[in-house]
Each structure stands twice: as structure tokens, then as C-alpha cells.
């Protein structure tokens, strides 16, 4: 997975606290992804990340999503709190239907060509992809 912060918000002293992470499940497949052996660490990370940083998602966008993964996803909700589960929004492989959504969020500039923005990807081809960036502020609308 890739992390991306846009270094001039930082450089500029914006101070960057929350989240908006993009998972691309293109290419997902259920051996690799969705095995049994698969479910312990999934679980882990997710018992982790409600200890310790419970509010610092934002926004998670799972784009892409065959329905097998979708149930994958249904296995892994009873290991999140109501705050996490609220953040998650879920989208199958129309992207006018989840593009619009992630442009409400974030900035064109700093959306990569394949998710809807016009901000050129050394690959064009990341499939599993985590973007870190600041939500747009109610201003720059």
C-alpha cells in the first residue's frame, strides 16, 4: 500500500489529523486476500487501530468491490466499534457513482487520474492503494 500527505499542507503548518483512506479492491481475490489464514491479522490490526487510534479515520472508501469482498468485509464489521463501521462506505466498480463522492472530500489536485482527480500516478495500475490527504475545508468548496 502506498501513504501519501501532501508535504506543502505540511510545509505550510497545516496540521493534518484526520484520514481519508482509498482501498482499491480491483484485482481482489479471495484466496489471497480473504483465506482463513487471512482473518487472525486482519482482526489484529483492526483490535489495534480501535485501541490506538479510534478517531483518526476520517473517511474510508472501499471502491471496486467485488460482492465476495463485500462479504469479507460483513465477517470483519463485528470487530468494529459504531464510530468505525460509520466511516466506512462501501462501492462496486461504478465509479460515477463513487468518483463524485471522493471529490466531495478531497481536492482534484490531489486525487490520482483512476480515482476521479487529475493528479498523475507513478503507476497507474496501483490496486490496493491507501491515500492519506486533509478533507477539503468548507471553504475551498
Given at each position: ?137 468548507p471553504s475551498s468548496n
Amino acid at each position: 500500500m502506498t501513504s501519501i500527505v501532501d508535504s506543502a499542507q505540511q510545509d505550510e503548518g497545516v496540521n493534518i489529523n484526520d484520514a481519508i483512506s482509498i482501498v482499491n479492491a480491483d484485482g481482489f481475490n479471495i484466496r489471497e486476500h480473504g483465506c482463513i489464514k487471512c482473518f487472525p491479522l486482519i482482526a489484529e490490526l483492526l483490535i489495534l487501530y480501535e485501541e490506538h487510534y479510534p478517531d483518526y479515520l476520517f473517511r474510508v472508501f472501499l471502491i471496486n468491490m467485488p460482492r465476495i469482498a463485500e462479504t469479507v468485509v460483513t465477517f470483519i464489521q463485528p470487530f468494529l466499534s459504531e464510530k468505525t463501521k460509520s466511516v466506512i462506505k462501501i462501492y462496486g466498480y461504478n465509479k460515477e457513482e463513487w468518483s463524485p463522492e471522493l471529490l466531495k472530500l478531497i481536492s482534484a489536485n490531489q486525487l490520482y487520474t483512476q480515482f476521479g482527480g487529475t493528479k498523475k500516478s507513478i503507476n497507474e495500475n496501483i490496486s490496493l492503494t491507501r491515500i492519506t490527504l486533509q478533507p477539503k475545508s468548507p471553504s475551498s468548496n
